[in-house]
């Protein structure tokens, strides 16, 4: 691939990519792009020169993608501290093809709403170098948050809201929940549910922590998969009795995806998201059967990775349409840090050790990967990790295609590359992953933000702290 300056522009645009493979959701076909002001304004047959050139020959050139679930500073209890930032993590998002985030402005219980947004703007602001929108988590829905905040909020431009079922700090009551699904329907947000039974998990974790069983793979046994089925089912009933759609976040396995496409077969709306760890991990990677000692606390997630029948249900499931969006739940906890994974300093009993996976940058290439090996489609890909994200959460058609009028967010992606993931090679702050040593096929090399180019052949340009921009998000399309 050779970029070049090219000879003064006789049609005004900045930047035209010449011979790119384009491949979006639904189409695939070669022509030039033509970018101006940070928009695409053409797409054609030998476009005039541009102040700028780039070759795309032998790449193929897809939407940047759109990660619509991370977590990036945000604030947690208990002395725990996130390892990236908005810069750091947008920073990795982008090396690994991801043009926009969408983390979370984390109400605490007994704080506003608002106030979490204003915090999150000013933890954004001078820091990201991509486009983001912000979900909002709502864990105390108290009748000022129900009826005044979060009506204007959804006005202005936070039209997607995560609501847990578990974890002391943020679930809700089955009350709470429907509160929250009839102010959404009344307001058309899109609730996103983290499905996990809170009782059965505290049972269960007080059973094993009294038995002596502390160690990172007890995590697992505390969250079996038929406590995330009891909570799907339960959180799909509320859907259907509130008369509202939701959007179903982390699926780990089989069970739960049973409940979903027995959701969606009675024509309710049920969407559906899953991630990285689970098609990668397994229980065995928090120690189930090995001796991994501590190390597998690097793998604590929830719901928790489960067994290889159910990574494959996992695959299936994205090849068969139950699974509408695949993000990477980025959770930066560092391992050796006593403020991460080892919490004040020490190994910590299972049920102390905070929650989550680093993935920013790998979800991608780990989900190209399966392209590679027959699992998905190539325009499932792009659906899966920039269209339908980009629909559902009110940021198409400027995000998540490449068509004339979107943002010039653009990858050009070497799909014959091989990577060994490393540590080392990431961009995050993060001080490990948990796939290192995965040999995955495909890997970004060029990215543009806004016609911007921030990744030129693998090389991170170090772009302005801060030029990345607040999205508005606009009503779910779904
Ligand atoms: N579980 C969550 O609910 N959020 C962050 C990461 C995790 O494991
Ligand atoms: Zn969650
Ligand atoms: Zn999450």
């Not at 009782?199 to 998969?225: A, M, Q, V, Y």
Request: charged share 25%.
């Amino acid at each position: 691939m050779k970029d070049k300056q090219a000879m003064p522009s006789d049609n005004n645009l900045d930047l035209v990519i010449r011979n790119a493979e384009v491949v979006t959701a639904s189409d695939r076909f070669i022509c030039d792009i033509g970018v101006r002001d940070g928009k695409i304004v053409a797409l054609g047959q030998s476009l005039g020169n541009a102040k700028e050139e780039i070759d795309a020959s032998g790449m193929l050139v897809l939407p940047g993608g759109v990660d619509a679930h991370c977590h990036l500073d945000q604030p947690m209890p208990d002395g725990i501290r996130m390892a990236d930032d908005f810069f750091t993590g947008t920073r990795a998002a982008v090396c690994g093809g991801t043009t926009t985030v969408i983390p979370f402005a984390a109400q605490e219980k007994g704080g506003s709403l608002k106030e979490a947004v204003m915090d999150y703007h000013r933890r954004a602001d001078g820091r990201a170098v991509i486009d983001y929108a912000f979900h909002l988590i709502v864990a105390d829905p108290t009748p000022a948050v129900l009826n005044e905040e979060l009506p204007v909020l959804i006005q202005e431009g936070f039209t997607s809201f995560k609501v847990y079922m578990t974890y002391d700090d943020l679930k809700l009551s089955d009350r709470e929940m429907l509160e929250v699904l009839d102010v959404a329907r009344r307001h058309k947000a899109l609730v996103m549910v983290h499905a996990e039974n809170a009782d059965c998990i505290s049972w269960l974790t007080e059973k094993l922590i009294n038995e002596g069983n502390i160690e990172p793979r007890f995590h697992g046994l505390s969250r079996p998969s038929v406590v995330e089925r009891e909570a799907t089912h339960r959180a799909i009933s509320f859907a259907e009795l509130v008369d509202v759609p939701i959007l179903i976040v982390h699926v780990s396995g089989k069970e739960a995806i049973e409940q979903i496409r027995w959701a969606q077969g009675r024509g309710l709306k049920i969407l559906a998201e899953t991630c990285p760890q689970y098609l990668y991990l397994t229980a065995e990677d928090m120690g189930l059967h090995g001796d991994h000692g501590y190390e597998g606390a690097k793998c604590v997630c929830s719901p928790p990775p489960r067994d290889p029948e159910n990574q494959k249900a996992v695959w299936h499931a994205l090849a068969n349409g139950v699974f509408s969006v695949f993000s990477s739940d980025h959770a930066p906890f560092n391992y050796d840090d006593p403020k991460g994974k080892k919490l004040g300093g020490e190994a910590q009993p299972f049920n102390h050790i905070p929650n989550g996976v680093p993935g920013i940058e790998t979800r991608l290439p780990l989900l190209f990967d399966g392209v590679r090996r027959g699992k998905l489609s190539l325009h499932q890909f792009v659906e899966l990790t920039a269209y339908k994200p980009a629909k559902i959460y009110g940021l198409y058609p400027r995000k998540g295609t490449i068509a004339v009028g979107a943002d010039a967010d653009i990858v050009l992606w070497d799909p014959n590359r091989k990577v060994r993931i490393a540590n080392s090679s990431l961009h995050h702050a993060v001080d490990y992953t948990p796939y290192e040593g995965i040999e995955v096929t495909g890997w970004p090399m060029t990215t543009l933000s806004r016609g911007e180019v921030i990744v030129r052949n693998g090389e991170y340009l170090e772009p302005t702290a801060g030029r990345g921009r607040f999205l508005k998000a606009g009503q779910p399309e779904l």
